[in-house]
């Protein structure tokens, strides 16, 4: 069956299109979305939490409006998986998704690079600080494995499965299927960048995909969240709220 999914290519283009935007950050408003209803987690699925560190929280040096609120959501609904998985932005010093990379650019620009389009930020998750730490208050005592991505110096990374130049893996494909994994739900920040692109690549993947949307808080640059769940909703990623999982 043709994969519906968005491409490498159609994404960077999407991303590339938010760079020439406004840069205002704003908390997307949740949308109804008539949905089948999901199938209860179990021992086949996993949660994916994303990027809930203090970078992308009120104070953090690429925030996103109410995203400490996402924790004490997550925190319940990981109550209800066998399987967890983080992921953390872990960005090197002047990493290439950096405007302080690229002499007389500003962050939420666009540069060309070898892969395509790539929205310059501010710099933000940098490896080994207090920004780039998970939320204090973050309680996943059952989460088995962290996924760091955007760590090569020449390449950023929003999925949790592939990195931004659309071949390099981090592995998580393969050790969720190693371990009879088949389908996952994602949650943490932000839903138009990081959660929607490991949605997307989830389903490219093989596996079925669920987002919880009031486990999520998005940036919504220029209509980046809209499209962001036209995408998702495509390629078969199914929108889902907390409500629908835990009581």
């Known amino acids: 069956m043709k994969d519906s999914s968005m491409t490498d290519g159609s994404r960077r283009t999407f991303i590339a299109g938010l760079g020439t935007a406004g840069t205002g950050l704003v908390l997307g408003a949740f949308t109804p979305l008539l949905r089948a209803a999901p199938a209860k987690p179990n021992a086949k699925s996993a949660l994916i939490v994303v990027d809930v560190q203090n970078c992308f929280v009120t104070g953090g040096t690429l925030a996103v409006k109410g995203g400490e609120e996402v924790v004490p959501v997550i925190n319940k609904l990981a109550g209800v998986f066998e399987n967890v998985v983080v992921t953390q932005d872990w960005h090197t010093p002047g990493h290439v998704s950096f405007a302080s990379a690229h002499k007389g650019k500003k962050p939420f620009e666009t540069t060309k690079l070898g892969y395509g389009n790539q929205v310059l930020w501010p710099d933000h998750c940098v490896q080994g600080t207090p920004d780039a730490s998970l939320h204090k208050d973050l309680a996943l005592p059952k989460a088995q494995v962290i996924i760091r991505k955007g760590f090569h110096q020449?390449?950023?990374?929003?999925?949790?499965?592939?990195?931004?130049?659309?071949?390099?893996?981090?592995?998580?494909?393969?050790?969720?299927?190693?371990?009879?994994?088949n389908s996952v739900y994602v949650c943490g920040l932000a839903t138009d960048f990081c959660v929607s692109w490991t949605a997307l690549d989830a389903r490219k993947a093989g596996f079925k995909a669920a987002v919880i949307e009031d486990a999520c808080r998005g940036i919504d640059l220029n209509g980046s969240l809209k499209a962001a769940w036209a995408q998702m909703t495509k390629a078969g990623v199914t929108r889902i709220q907390s409500s629908d999982l835990v009581a």
């Open 154 to 181: 020449d390449t950023d990374s929003y999925s949790a499965f592939t990195e931004a130049d659309g071949k390099t893996s981090t592995g998580l494909a393969a050790y969720l299927k190693a371990r009879g994994i």
